[in-house]
Each structure stands twice: as C-alpha cells, then as structure tokens.
C-alpha cells in the first residue's frame, strides 16, 4: 500500500493547456505545485495564472513556480522531486518524456499520465517499473483566453486509475484537490473509461479538417455524420473485445452515434449538453495540423484500427480519416478538396465512398 499525501509536491510536466490548468487548479488548492513547460509558455505565466470555467468559476494565482525545459536539464539549478509527476504531454512526446523527467523521479514519486489513446503509459512503465504510475482520464477542453488565462470550456471530471495499491491514497488525493474549477473522480475500470474517451477523441481529427470550432463543426450534420461513422466503427471492436463502456456523457456510448445522425432540429434539442461548449474551443488535433506539427492519431484512430486488426474487423472510415491526417502532418503532397478547411459534405462523400 501506497501512503498519499496531497500536501506534499506536484510537479506538472509538458505543462500546455490542460497542464496550466491542472497546475493552476492543484495550486488553487494550496498544494506545493511547479509546472515545467516550454520557454514560449513560461513568458505567459511571468504574472501568473488565472483560471476560468464555462460555469463562471474563477481563481487567479498571482505568482506559481515555473521552469522551463533548459532550466529542468541545467545542472546549477537543484530541481525538486515530485511526489505527484503529472505527465501532460501528448502522446506523441512520451518517448523524449520519459528520458527528461528523470530528474524529478525518486522512489516515492507516483506519475500519473494523462494522455488521450491508449496505450501511452506502457512506455513509463517500463522505464520506472519500480514507481506507481497511474491513468489519467481528461475529460474537458482548454482554451488560453489570453496570455496566462486558461479556460476549461466544457464538462466533465477528470478521473484518476484506481488499483489495489492506490485505493485508499487514490480517495485522499481526490477529497484534497476536488474543486469547482477541477471536479475529479476516480474508477477501478480505466481501460473501459479510457475507450469511452476514445470514442468522444474521433471528433478530434474530423475537427482538424473541418478547420472550424468544435461547436460550430456539431452544428453541421455532415461532419456529425463522420464522427457516427468513426464511432460505430469503434463500439464495433469494443463489442468484439467485450469492453462494456461507461457512460461519460449525458447519452449511452452505443447511442451517441444515433443522436449524431439526427436531423439539426431534432438534434440541437436532444444533444444541448453536447453543445453547451465554448463557441471559440477546438481540438487539440487541429492545433497540431495547423502548426504543422506531428499529431496523435496513431493513438486515437489508429488505435482502433490496431485492435481491428486483430479481430480481423474492418474500419474503412478510420482508415480513411487516419491516412488524411498522417498525410497531413507528413507534408505530403495532397490536392485542394484534401488540405482543411474540408467542407462538410465533401468530407462525408469521401469518407462514406465505398
């Protein structure tokens, strides 16, 4: 059995969007915290933080201990361990993250790492067999309303992995750092909870080619269309693998792809909490195509499409919609009707063309 104990320090690495909120809100609490984050993000924060919700909750942190990438890895400056390492980067930076946050670990730390996919965690636990490392599952959207400003535009608790070793410390983390700005959970089940994720990402990318904010995007049937389509796909393999998934949304996993279908009328009435989202949120898989920079797919799409393969089940529209998006972060050469903003209708006739 693990002892936890919440007042002791919190280190938040690869702190972007969601990791400046986190850090913030963990901070808010009066909990030790320092975020470790790029030399870009770092001059934002020279004033502090302020943190906001789309219920119109709001702290502002006049001052939270920051450093930079160069300063974890300078050898004048003595560098904390963390009791609590907060993985944020993507899943596409787990790789270098495991070799940088070697500093920050000892044999007490417990990582916790909280990424979108599956299977990002397995590269940490290799490389710390020896520490406790736990799933995280982030629910919500995070804007930078302006510099040092985070804004969490839609619902959900962020959940941490429960096991046998963690319950009773899992539970007194919780109660410490439950907040409104940071409503947290935790679940014995983060495999299933982690799929259910999953199925809520594959908007993800179609967002990347509808160049539009979220919102706007569920607002347009066509692109609700494909997202059906990339959905059914996965609750197809989850069926097959027998992974029953959670409800993490106002509607069941098996009928959001139905609701998505529906007519905008009909749909604007029965999913409004799908819609109660901030008008200006978009996926963090569109900033990366649209800064030219690698993205997860291969963890969220191609994710499904590796399980597929191995119950010989097949998911064209996600093969579709994951080759685009590979293509993209790639350069490759594409034509006009491929390269985002991608009309809705458009997007739909390629993807459903047999």
Known sequence: MTDFFPWEQHT????????????????????QTTLICRETTKSKLTSGIKLTDYQSHEAILPHIEVLDDKQLSATNITVKKARFLWLTVKCTGIKQAVLDIAPLVDNNTIILCCQNGLGSDAAVKQAYP??????????????ELSPG????GSEGKLTIEQT?????GINTLVMALQSDLLPITTTADMDALLWAKLQLNLGNSVNALADIPVKAMLEQR?????????????????DAHGIKL???????????????????FIFSRVANKMLEIDPKVRSSMWWDVSQGKPTEIVHINGAILKHAKTLNIACPANEKISSLISQLSGNASLTDEQKPPIAAETLLAWVSAK
């Not at 020896?130 to 804007?143: K, S, T």
């Open 12 to 31: 938040v690495f690869g702190a972007g969007l969601i990791g400046c909120y986190l850090g913030g809100a963990i901070s808010v609490q009066g909990f």
């Open 130 to 143: 020896d520490n406790m490392v736990l799933r995280v599952m982030v629910p919500f959207n995070v804007v």
């Open 149 to 152: 400003h985070y804004h969490r």
């Open 164 to 168: 046998p070793q963690s319950q009773i």
């Open 222 to 238: 066509p692109y609700r269309k494909v997202i059906a389509l990339l959905m059914s796909e996965l609750l197809k393999v989850a």
């Open 246 to 264: 959670p409800k993490v949304t106002a509607i069941s996993a098996h009928k959001i792809p139905i609701v998505l279908r529906l007519p905008n």
